[in-house]
């Protein structure tokens, strides 16, 4: 039986990423500890997630340890040989990384060192996946031509960047925001382990990752957090750019599929920007007027002049490097289907 390693287990990656491989007859071994009930409060917390995982799965156990204790790790590597490991444990909120800057790079970037060691050492032989994020880029998207149009923000159609910011965007000497440096620590470190050591890891740049399981709040997860703020008839803050900042979204299981292609015929160090695209985007005034119209009332909201320090104007992703690479490979949801899904399972 082929054997997958999954850190952040209760979150929204971890816990679609364990059905997916559960179903497929794998056993998954996770690491959770629920730090997003300790970073967002009860609203962020994943233990109800990871006790229904347990409850469903046999192929799954879990385990209530940090990543940044490396003696647990070591132990878990030693005992057991994994085929695959998905590391999509982290801090992952900019405002939140400014409370505790430490903590946000320890877990982020020394915790992922760690990961990569206890994988070189003992389980070479396994494939990597690193859930890195658009966030290394820091604010240097923030730089392009921009059109503000009535509802969003764009760029003109013949633009190079027009379908998408692609994996050659620079990311240095720009601001990044403290999250934003420590995942492109981590991101670089599993390059490194890629193509110096010769290891079987991916790096994939997320944009917006959501689903119905996701526990959005207000600092991580705007999607999910915006159709429960609408659907429950509670204020929403918008941050700054007029509501019209554009955002790509991919559903989950979009991005587990993709994952599964690269563990079959993997890479190394390779880096992918990874998103819904041009097939799946919005502004979040565009995503108010959606969800507006699938719940048939208005939504209530505040609007605040000042951005959130260094959150992005338009950011869509160019996939298509993955998609040269896995031609099989298609996003089979769109905004909308997101959306009405996370209704649904909200009411």
């Avoid at 679609?16 to 409060?41: H, P, Q, T, W």
């Avoid at 340890?65 to 085929?83: G, M, P, V």
Wanted: hydrophobic content about 35%.
């Amino acid at each position: 039986m082929k054997k997958v390693l999954i850190t952040g287990s209760g979150g929204l990656v971890g816990s679609e990423a364990v059905k997916f491989f559960c179903e497929l007859g794998f056993e998954v071994m996770g690491i959770d500890n629920d730090s997003r009930g300790y970073f967002f409060g009860k609203n962020g917390s994943t233990k109800q997630i990871t006790e229904f995982l347990l409850g469903k799965y046999k192929g799954f156990s879990s385990f209530d340890f940090d990543i940044r204790e490396n003696d647990n790790l070591k132990s878990l590597f030693k005992e057991n040989k994994f085929d695959l490991i998905i590391h999509a444990a982290s801090q992952p909120s900019h405002d939140w990384a400014a409370k505790e800057p430490i903590t946000d790079f320890t877990i982020n970037a020394v915790g992922t060192l760690y990961l990569l060691e206890n994988f070189r050492l003992y389980n070479s032989q396994a494939v990597f996946i690193f859930v890195s994020t658009n966030k290394v880029y820091g604010a240097r998207p923030n730089s392009l031509p921009f059109v503000e149009l009535e509802n969003r923000y764009e760029i003109n159609p013949g633009h190079s960047l027009y379908d998408g910011i692609n994996e050659t965007m620079s990311i240095d000497n720009t601001l990044h925001s403290l999250m934003g440096a420590s995942k492109t620590a981590a991101d670089i470190l599993t390059q490194e382990y890629g193509k110096y050591f010769n290891l079987q890891t991916g790096i994939f740049r997320a944009g917006c990752i959501t689903g119905p399981a996701h526990r959005g709040t207000e600092e991580h997860g705007f999607l999910n957090y915006l159709v429960k703020c609408i659907l429950n008839k509670k204020r929403y803050t918008i941050f700054g750019y007029k509501g019209k900042q554009v955002r790509d979204n991919i559903h989950v299981s979009d991005l587990i599929n993709a994952f599964y292609y690269f563990y079959q015929s993997p890479h190394l160090g390779e880096v992918y920007n990874i998103g819904g695209g041009r097939y799946s985007n919005c502004s979040l005034l565009e995503a108010i007027t959606m969800i507006e119209n699938l719940l048939g009332h208005k939504a209530e909201y505040d609007y605040m002049d000042k951005p959130r320090l260094g959150d992005h104007i338009w950011y869509i992703s160019d996939y298509s490097k993955f998609k040269d690479h896995y031609p099989k490979w298609e996003i089979k949801h769109d905004l909308k289907s997101i959306i009405d899904e996370i209704i649904q399972t909200q009411i």
